[in-house]
């Protein structure tokens, strides 16, 4: 099975940091990669598809990179309504897929 | 607008069953692939696992975890999809959520979840 791990597991920021969230892949998986924004009491939402593609809706600020094995996700610059946790996704394996276990944003 | 509903959670005992139900709407349901996914609470909410997937052509796949255990299915006139599970364990109690499998895999709309508790 390919094993996701994020980390940090918490990051602390400011309004207006810029934060880089970083996911690794146990072996190679292209750009098949997700990553997604958890507020609490909500279901996730998919932020970045394709390693790279802002999913329609979702503000610039927000950019994906990386390719093979190391990901990263960041916020340009930091509101308010970001603090949240947010998961990579790899379905390369697909049908089967698995998550990282999250990152935390936090004031 | 893309709207999933999920109902049919509860309490139930170990070894209980428990048939969940998502309802779709917005999108053309026979167009897409349909996954569920659970929500573990362990130390807050974290532990998002795939539990299954169903094609359009109707194929399923499942992981080890809930291999011949769980169902999947999907009833494409009413647009609805299902998840039966049988022989529940305590490991089973999630929060669990229908998604919508969007372009190159990516789980582009969620429903808002349904928790599921196995206790005794």
């Known amino acids: 099975d390919i094993q996701m791990t994020q980390s940090p597991s918490s990051l602390s920021a400011s309004v207006g940091d810029r934060v880089i969230l970083t996911c690794r892949a146990s072996?190679?998986?292209?750009?098949?990669l997700h990553w997604y924004q958890q507020s609490p009491g909500k279901a996730p939402k998919l932020l970045i598809y394709?390693?790279?593609h802002l999913q329609t809706g979702v503000p610039s600020r927000f950019s994906g990179s990386g390719t093979g094995t190391d990901f990263t996700l960041a916020i340009s610059s930091v509101l308010p309504e970001d603090f949240a946790t947010y998961y990579c996704?790899?379905?390369?394996?697909?049908?089967?897929?698995?998550f990282g276990q999250g990152t935390t944003l936090v004031i | 607008e893309v709207q999933l509903v999920e109902s049919g959670g509860g309490l139930v005992q170990p070894g209980g069953s428990l048939r969940l139900s998502c309802a779709a709407s917005?999108?053309?349901?026979?167009?897409?692939?349909m996954q569920w996914v659970r929500q573990t609470a362990g130390k807050g909410l974290k532990g998002l696992e795939w539990?299954?997937?169903?094609?359009?052509?109707?194929?399923?796949y499942y992981p080890a975890s809930v291999k011949g255990r769980f169902t999947i299915s999907r009833e494409d006139a009413e647009k609805s999809l299902y998840l039966q599970m049988n022989n529940l364990r305590a490991g089973d109690t999630a929060i669990y959520y229908c998604a919508r499998v969007g372009r190159y895999g990516a789980l582009d709309y969620w429903g808002q979840g349904t928790l599921v508790t196995v206790s005794s």
């Open positions: 394709s390693a790279s």
């Open positions: 917005g999108f053309t349901f026979t167009n897409y692939d």
């Open positions: 996704q790899q379905t390369y394996s697909s049908p089967g897929n698995t």
């Open positions: 539990v299954s997937v169903i094609g359009i052509d109707g194929d399923t």
């Open positions: 072996q190679n998986i292209n750009n098949h």
